[in-house]
């Protein structure tokens, strides 16, 4: 049997990836889908750290650019963070894996507290950890909540989840000519303001040395490939020198 190359990853999941084709809520074939292909990376002996979003619900930008006060607003997208992290967690349960859900906000009757030790104990016992409610803070999105746990477990790497098929140099659901990016540096993904993730997270990713791989979640089969190595998406790290694109 192929050995993975990353033995602990964080997943980040955007909320949209939840709601599949409606746009809006949960969709739980989708989220039945994603579990799956999160079991088979389990079954490898891979410990899976998770991280969603919560933009199939409710994203705080959008409020606070309406008039609501940002922290209000951020703080009902942590919420819904959590929402969408127990529909995962249920549907882990239903093909047996066995998943906690771990808060940056205590809420003690629905999820555990975050507590990094915790955490990653288990991780060790082949558990899959569902950090929910961003980092407990306003302000700062899930891509930093996914950088900033990345770093305090230790992971291998982080893997993003998207809809298209890696990082290119503009929309491809906009523009058939746009050009993929097979290699980044995370400078490139700064300068070049790409969208992968903010600043901020790119940042903290490029200090800890934390590589990303950024892929089609839709193509069943991807995590799995990310996870062993193989070539899917785009990889963004420190030891790329140049960025280099395919047709």
Not at 209 to 233: C, D, H, Q, T, Y
Request: with cysteine.
């Amino acid at each position: 049997m192929d050995v993975p190359r990353h033995k602990r990853v964080i997943l980040k999941l955007s909320g949209e990836a939840l709601a599949g084709s409606k746009g809006y809520g949960i969709d739980p074939e989708v989220v039945y889908s994603i579990a799956v292909q999160i079991k088979e990376v389990v079954q490898l002996g891979v410990e899976v750290a998770i991280v969603v979003g919560g933009g199939n619900i409710w994203r705080g930008v959008a409020g606070s650019a309406k008039g609501m006060d940002r922290a209000t607003a951020d703080y009902m997208g942590m919420l819904a963070t959590v929402i969408n992290s127990l529909a995962l967690q249920d549907a882990l349960t239903k093909q047996n894996v066995d998943t906690r859900v771990q808060t940056a906000i205590e809420m003690r009757e629905v999820a555990e507290p975050y507590i990094r030790r915790r955490a990653i104990r288990h991780l060790e016992k082949g558990r899959v950890v569902i950090f929910a409610a961003g980092t407990g803070n306003p302000y700062f999105s899930t891509d930093t909540t996914a950088a900033l746990r990345a770093a305090e477990i230790e992971a291998d790497v982080i893997l993003m989840a998207k809809r298209v098929d890696g990082v290119y140099d503009s929309d491809p659901l906009k523009n058939a000519d746009a050009k993929k990016f097979h290699k980044l540096s995370y400078i490139d993904l700064l300068n070049r303001g790409l969208g992968v993730m903010d600043s901020t997270a790119t940042s903290l990713c490029m200090d800890n040395r934390i590589p990303l791989v950024v892929f089609n979640l839709n193509e069943s089969g991807n995590i799995k490939k990310a996870v062993m190595g193989e070539e899917v998406g785009t990889y963004v790290g420190g030891d790329i020198i140049g960025a280099s694109t395919t047709g």
